[in-house]
């Protein structure tokens, strides 16, 4: 029989960290692979989306998927996931109930972990770069029957937990593998990009953790100086999580964004992307500014060129 296996896609911006391993399971006679896109809720939303969003992400990369699929009739022996945070997917997707069908394989949706987060109680002097307790100690990962992880030190900070790291593989970033290739196959299909800019802001507005975000400090110069360079193209890739997380965290009123958005898109210069994947936006543009994290290692190993802090 066939091992039956779901990719099971809530962080379909990530998509990248699964695709690899997709494609090879999918040609792969011993397997049989659904992918199953389900709804969401990010931060500062009302309810869960339609999951129209990554529908139209799968369309323009040719992937076939099930939307909100009972897993249960599916039967799957292996559920892939890259997002590990429970609190946004419906209760019928959450660790505990996806433990009951099938066993949990997690790959990280990042590509690796750039920031030396404060440490949650590891012992600096245990032998091992300490990491934020979220990158292991997460109920995703408690009851995953396979981890990949980009790094020995996150492997090694599995080894401290009740259940230990034998379940825990240290295969480095398949994520940057796939973006490389993506990126060569995307950049060959566009003639020339010119003077094209990809702001991409992050999300993290919070004095308790990175609190790097900086899109509400120089939004307007931003649309400032978009307006005074006609010759530049700018394509503003927002974190998933960035509208959500201004209005809810109280960063901006919901009114002043949603001001400030009608003028970024009356201008002829500037657009909003959130449906191409990484590599092909950066196959977009000539240049990047972002304040993290990911798009900070992830656009100079790409395109060869350095990004903008």
Do not use: C
């Not at 292996?78 to 997917?89: D, S, T």
């Amino acid at each position: 029989m066939r091992i039956k296996v779901v990719f099971l896609t809530f962080y379909y911006e990530a998509w990248d960290a699964l695709a690899g391993i997709y494609e090879l399971m999918k040609a792969d006679s011993r397997f049989d692979v659904k992918v199953v896109a389900v709804s969401r809720k990010l931060t500062g939303g009302a309810g869960f989306d339609d999951a129209a969003g990554v529908s139209v992400f799968f369309d323009r990369l040719g992937i076939p998927r099930l939307v909100n699929a009972d897993l249960a009739d599916l039967s799957p022996d292996y559920i892939f996931v890259n997002y590990p945070w429970q609190r946004n997917y419906q209760k019928q997707y959450r660790p505990d109930e996806l433990a009951k069908i099938g066993r949990i394989v997690y790959v990280p949706y990042f590509s690796l972990p750039l920031v030396q987060e404060p440490a949650d109680g590891v012992n600096p002097d245990s032998g091992f770069q300490p990491i934020a307790a979220h990158l292991y100690t997460q109920r995703m990962h408690q009851v995953a029957s396979l981890v990949f992880t980009q790094d020995d030190f996150t492997r090694d900070a599995f080894a401290l937990t009740q259940r230990g790291n034998t379940h825990v593989h240290f295969v480095g970033s398949t994520k940057l593998d796939e973006l490389v290739a993506d990126y060569k196959v995307a950049n060959e299909a566009v003639a020339g990009v010119g003077k094209t800019l990809l702001w991409a802001p992050h999300h993290s507005y919070s004095p308790h953790w990175l609190n790097f975000g900086n899109f509400a400090q120089v939004k307007e110069e931003m649309l400032e100086w978009a307006g005074a360079h006609a010759d530049w193209k700018i394509i503003l890739r927002p974190h998933p999580f960035l509208f959500g997380t201004l209005i809810d965290r109280n960063v901006l009123p919901a009114s002043d964004l949603e001001s400030w958005l009608s003028w970024w898109n009356a201008l002829p210069n500037t657009s909003i992307d959130v449906t191409s994947s990484s590599a092909q936006v950066f196959a977009k543009s000539s240049h990047i500014l972002t304040d993290g994290i990911s798009y900070l290692a992830e656009w100079p190993l790409a395109t060869g060129k350095p990004a903008i802090f």
